[in-house]
């Protein structure tokens, strides 16, 4: 996971479409491969009668908070990333709504170009702060590493 983050940045900072998608698809490529290792982990650390309840709350607690909150805290972080770069830039008063759709077309000419600016650059920031976190779940994975001898369960004869 710690390895991802470079092409992840690499991918949200480019202007190039081809070495942005280079960079999702080994990024992402580089994520995911974390994931044989934790099922095995997470299998060997239980016995065999609880190995099944060990996957389920595994792919449960995976499932909620990467795919469940991950969007809704980028679009949160999004959100107050733009509501600051348009205070900065002086329009404090412009939100996000007056940015988007039919509501667009009213504003001045310079208030669309500051909404698309600001638009961009605050999903683009909070990509890029998300991506960052990785490289926590990545360091905690490698802690995780210190204990783990310790509590692999051991096979019992009927287990073989």
Known sequence: MILSVPFYVWAFTTSSLWAALVGLCVGGAMKYG???GQYTISQGVV?????AVATAILLFLA???GYGLGPLFIGAASDLL???QVADLGAAGLSRQACEGAARAALAVGQAELCATASAKSLQRAMLITSGLYAFGGL???ISCRWLQRDIVRPAAADR
């Open 34 to 36: 974390y994931l044989a």
């Open 47 to 51: 016995s065999a009668q609880f190995r």
């Open 63 to 65: 499932n909620l908070l």
């Open 82 to 84: 733009f509501s600051l």
């Open 140 to 142: 905690f994975f490698l």
